[in-house]
Nanobody, 114 residues
């Protein structure tokens, strides 16, 4: 499975961005899909995930602001990010779980700054 992330950029505080991640290869057995955030000050951490059944989870700091979606037919996942804050700055990675393995996208940079 190969993942291609896109949608990052520069946005002012309070703005919105939507990240997308397209998968190719054999994706019929993908279980969880997640987005991770990595900044210079912090280790990579999962910010939101969505299971095969559609069940979602998000860390407290993004609840109500970030929303994760998946479209298995289109082999895509997206992360809608609203009310962005400077601390949301960093590289965002999509991740999929396929059996016991995890696959990563290449990362897309999000910068929140005025």
């Amino acid at each position: 499975v190969q993942l291609q992330a896109s949608g990052g950029g520069l946005v002012e505080p309070g703005g919105s961005l939507t990240l997308s991640c397209a998968a190719n290869g054999s994706t019929s057995r993908i279980n969880a899909v997640a987005w991770y955030h990595q900044s210079p000050a912090k280790q990579r951490e999962m910010v939101a995930s969505i299971g095969r059944s559609g069940s979602k989870a998000a860390i407290e700091s993004v609840k109500g602001r970030f929303f994760i979606f998946r479209d298995d037919a289109k082999k895509m996942t997206s992360l809608q990010m609203n009310a962005l804050k400077p601390e949301d700055t960093g590289v965002y990675y999509c991740n999929v779980q396929l059996g016991p393995s995890h696959y990563w996208g290449q990362g897309t940079q999000v910068t929140v700054s005025s």
